[in-house]
């Protein structure tokens, strides 16, 4: 064979050109480099060009087994980077797509033009507008590393610089080449992460944001300037980034995050911004040679800033530099510098320190009889509603505090490590912005941080205060109740006094771990709910206190939900939240936040205009969620047809109906549990490349590792960490956490909601839901992406040991399936079917959420995007075909592994793990600017008791703006 690319691209599509011929790209280094890959790497192709999908995943594994395990490793690497660079072009080209419409015009929040436009049809007074922006217009995230980047380090920093150089207007092909040379030489797996590798990840995220900065607030300065608003006095008067980062923070179940690990991850954090800050002065030149040697100064100055210094001294120094360099370009310059210290200042960001609610508690318990308080028998023994009122009385006795605070060799290592970390934190006061309480179910538990945080250098309840006590409730149970123990945290006086310091309150949200114990449906009803009890009780608490009236509620997201590590516009999540505030008739809200994880990190802040719009979007959304709790965007119009009281009922019974059904298939019943134990446990666990185990205690696994090993005994995949049960489901084609209960919660809305009672009004019940109520609109859409995921040509040999089987077998074993069943007649090739059928159920009913028309009696799987929203489709099946070969082999080792379960995995083969793993995790619901495909809604409305036509939506077309699209110089 030949060592030839492709024959020329001539793809009509932008997005599949950019995609093609970055390959092509790297391919051709993969040819000159080593011919015999290569060809490897073009008989998978061949193969994956075939049109009947039996032969080629038979092709796949032939092609395979004629392998050396040397031959199997590249084979496999390269798969992987070819997977990872077309995401990266999918990635880019949408950018281009969504912004060559936002020049024609701009039609959504997440567009800082289309608010500015907004404010000035509604006449919002220009006092005002600086207010909103003052308070709201803020991009504010924490990045984390986690086991959803299987990558390397230095293969994710090659590819960010491959990105670097495709965004650039200045680079050649040429340029393009280097790049891409560098990525080969890259090993895209390895060794786990140490916490120090990941904070290095981070900080190469960091990097991108930096870049990326100034873009963005100049997007801001346009369109305040566009629509008149900067000739009435309106500017930008703070940073309009937050960036925050959880990777050296989240010791909640991470023991190797210890004390000294954070205190040299804040100092890696410290040089790479000061370094980024000497670089960025040493391009400022002028022919003014005071000017020159005063920048030269200054980066003597912060070189050497730490701790002790303040930002605002050296802003000053800055200042005196402006006012007396006659270079106005020169000052220009370094006022730009001034803003980037304001974003970023001496630490790259903050970082997030979160710990476990239980294990804070004990500690203080450890602290209360060292320090001679309390006796052991009694702190064992104590209750939560008794030990808050200790703690209570404690807070305000600085002799106790004092003798707390002189404790020190802690025996449980579990304490010793929170209260060391908090010591780092107090020794370094602006590295820190948030103690993330995980899992609080009591006022105790934040009382007891807010004592550690005292008692460990740290301000508390007065001046001075830098962090934000933020509980984490990760359960549909604790979400119910904490408006209940966050009103009674605010009647606590330390509490209270420590929130006013603040001027913020702050409480953070869960996904994953919710959705895992309670499902889907349940879990984003009771996140939606619990946001409402966040902004009713804040408002009634400032209402109660004067002290509070100054105080904005915030909510932070997690962003480790199913749908939202790999799909969904979280862009919009302050529109989420607005929404909330509106429902609990809030005057005020502050900027909400978000954590953005592993590959997230990839898309959303992919360099050049991916970050950029990615961060206006999030502070956009929040300048207009804020406008509208203020009354100055009109209401909703309230369409004919349309009944939001309804919809509140409807989306409580979804969610009920959803809640128990979800507990009936994973709580109590085994069966699904039972069928996963032939999945990619190996795989998945090899590819949880972070320094936190797959499972809370579990051995790291590693080169010698055996598949029992891997699996373990009894292994629960509903049951354990959220993020290892989700990726594990995803590797074995079936994303059941996206979509089990959802079946039941849609039928019940359709055949039993209050909408459906007048289906002449309303029209059909499950579509009104969907029009009424935007957590459905949001999660319809994200279902019918995330259901694309699921393979189950791939999932039946893997689970069952069978091919799979004709329809009609299925639906007929499909049909034999208990929900109660003690005894264990759910084989796996019964359960199997059950899903199968279930998923298409699920995608069925969800096209029919959002469409308002039944679907055809043949509705086959897949149907429901491909009708929708035909150009995402397309790039998603051209994304599965591509992973359908990592796919197919991965699953088909697993199967070859379980038959030898007891011999070890040596270097080769735990590398090929390694990268079949990262080849096919490609595969996710469409996330960021990859989801705004789904930008439009088709909506049936009832108009006269008449259905208007089936709306087909528009989701920016790349046929509309063809003439404005243009392919980078790097790939020309």
């Not at 000497?278 to 003597?300: E, N, V």
């Not at 530099?321 to 220009?332: G, L, N, R, S, Y």
């Not at 509070?548 to 939202?564: D, E, F, T, W, Y």
Request: hydrophobic residues 40%; proline residues 5%.
């Amino acid at each position: 064979m030949d060592n030839q690319t492709d024959s020329p691209i001539q793809d009509k599509s932008y997005t599949r050109r950019m995609e093609r011929l970055l390959t092509r790209r790297y391919m051709d280094i993969i040819a000159a480099q080593d011919p015999d890959s290569f060809a490897l790497i073009r008989q998978r192709k061949d193969i994956q060009q075939g049109e009947n999908k039996s032969t080629r995943m038979r092709d796949y594994i032939a092609l395979w087994e004629g392998l050396s395990a040397d031959q199997q490793l590249k084979l496999a690497a390269h798969d992987a980077k070819i997977n990872h660079l077309a995401r990266l072009a999918r990635t880019l080209a949408t950018t281009t797509v969504v912004q060559a419409h936002n020049k024609i015009q701009t039609t959504t929040a997440g567009s800082i033009d289309f608010v500015m436009r907004r404010f000035r049809e509604e006449d919002v007074a220009p006092e005002q507008v600086q207010q909103f922006l003052d308070e709201n217009a803020v991009a504010w995230f924490s990045i984390t590393g986690h086991p959803t980047n299987p990558t390397t380090v230095d293969y994710t920093i090659a590819q960010t610089d491959v990105a670097r150089v495709i965004v650039d207007s200045s680079a050649t092909p040429d340029d393009l080449h280097d790049a891409l040379l560098h990525l080969y030489h890259t090993p895209i797996v390895g060794d786990r992460k140490t916490p120090l590798d990941e904070a290095r990840e981070s900080i190469n995220t960091l990097n991108s944001i930096y870049d990326s900065a100034l873009a963005h607030r100049d997007l801001f300065i346009k369109a305040i300037a566009d629509h008149g608003y900067a000739d009435q006095g309106v500017n930008i008067t703070r940073a309009l980034i937050v960036p925050c980062s959880w990777t050296l923070g989240d010791a909640d179940g991470n023991p190797a995050l210890t004390a000294q690990v954070l205190a040299d991850g804040i100092a890696l954090h410290r040089h790479a911004i000061a370094d980024r800050y000497k670089l960025t002065l040493q391009s400022i030149h002028t022919d003014h040679a005071p000017t020159m040697q005063a920048l030269h100064d200054l980066q003597d100055a912060l070189m050497q800033a730490g701790p002790q210094t303040h930002i605002d001294s050296i802003c000053q120094i800055i200042q005196s530099i402006i006012a007396h360099c006659p270079d106005e370009a020169a000052q220009k310059q370094i006022q730009d510098f001034r803003y980037l210290m304001h974003c970023f200042g001496f630490g790259f960001g903050t970082i997030d320190i979160r710990h476990n609610a239980v294990d804070i508690l004990a500690a203080v318990k450890q602290l209360a009889i060292l320090s001679g308080l309390e006796n052991k028998q009694d702190m064992e023994a104590i209750g939560l509603d008794h030990i808050q009122l200790k703690l209570a009385a404690w807070l305000r006795d600085d002799a106790v505090l004092a003798r707390m605070a002189s404790t020190t060799d802690l025996p449980d290592d579990e304490s010793a490590m929170i209260v060391g970390r908090l010591r780092v934190i107090g020794q370094n006061p602006d590295m820190c912005e948030k103690l993330i309480i995980a899992e609080t179910t009591h006022p105790a538990h934040a009382l007891a941080a807010l004592l550690l945080l005292k008692i460990t250098g740290n301000v508390v309840a007065d001046d001075g205060a830098r962090i934000d006590l933020t509980m984490l409730s990760e359960s549909v149970h604790d979400l119910m109740n904490l408006g209940n123990t966050l009103e009674t945290l605010l009647d606590n006086e330390t509490f209270r006094t420590h929130v006013a310091a603040r001027g913020r309150l702050l409480v953070m949200i869960a996904k994953s771990d919710t959705t895992r114990q309670d499902g889907r449906g349940e879990a984003e009803n009771a996140q939606y709910e619990a946001a409402i009890d966040i902004y009713r009780v804040a408002e009634k608490m400032r209402r109660k206190y004067r002290d509070l009236r100054h105080v904005l509620p915030s909510i932070m997201n997690g962003g480790g939900h199913a749908l939202q590590r790999g799909g969904g516009r979280v862009t919009e999540i302050p529109a989420v939240h607005g929404r909330a505030a509106a429902d609990a008739r809030a005057t005020d809200i502050g900027p909400s936040t978000l954590t953005v994880q592993g590959h997230q990190q990839n898309v959303l802040f992919c360099p050049g205009p991916v970050a950029v719009g990615t961060m206006e979007a999030l502070a956009a959304q929040n300048l207009y969620s804020k406008a509208g709790i203020y009354g100055e965007m009109p209401d909703p119009v309230s369409r004919p047809g349309l009944n939001r009281h309804h919809g509140q009922y409807d989306a409580w019974l979804y969610a009920q109906t959803a809640g128990r059904a979800f507990d009936t298939l994973t709580q109590k019943n085994v069966a699904i549990d039972e069928l996963l134990v032939r999945a990619p446990w190996l795989a998945m666990k090899a590819g949880n490349a972070s320094s936190r185990p797959a499972k809370r205690g579990e051995k790291m696994v590693g080169p010698g590792i055996t598949p029992r090993e891997s699996v373990g005994i009894g292994p629960k995949a509903l049951q354990g960490r959220a993020i290892s049960g989700e990726r594990l489901t995803a590797h074995a084609c079936l994303p059941i956490f996206s979509v089990l209960g959802l079946v039941e919660a849609m039928l019940s809305v359709r055949d039993h909601g209050r909408a459906s009672r007048n289906p002449e009004k309303y029209g059909d019940g499950l579509h009104h839901l969907y029009r009424a109520h935007k957590i459905h609109r949001d999660g319809a859409r994200a279902t019918l992406n995330a259901s694309i995921m699921a393979d189950f040509d791939i999932a039946w040999p893997l689970l069952v040991g069978d091919p799979r089987p004709p329809r009609s077998i299925v639906e007929k074993l499909a049909a034999q399936f208990r929900h109660h069943d003690p005894d264990h007649t759910n084989t796996p090739a019964i359960t199997l079917a059950f899903l199968e059928h279930y998923f298409l159920q699920v995608e069925k009913l969800s096209y029919e959420m959002v469409s308002g028309q039944k679907a055809k009696k043949n509705f086959n799987h897949g149907d429901g995007l491909s009708t929708l929203w035909p150009e995402l489709y397309n790039e998603m099946s051209i994304r599965n075909r591509a992973a359908e070969f990592s796919r197919v082999i991965e699953c088909y080792r697993t199967v070859q592994m379980d038959k030898n379960p007891d011999i070890p995995l040596d270097e080769n083969q735990f590398r090929i793990t390694q990268n079949l793993y990262a080849a096919a995790d490609v595969v996710n619901a469409p996330i960021g600017i990859l989801a705004t495909r789904t930008r439009l809604e088709p909506v049936y409305d009832v108009r006269g008791g008449i259905k208007t036509r089936f709306m087909k939506p528009e989701s920016y077309l790349e046929s509309d703006v063809a003439g404005l699209l243009s392919l980078p110089p790097a790939l020309q």
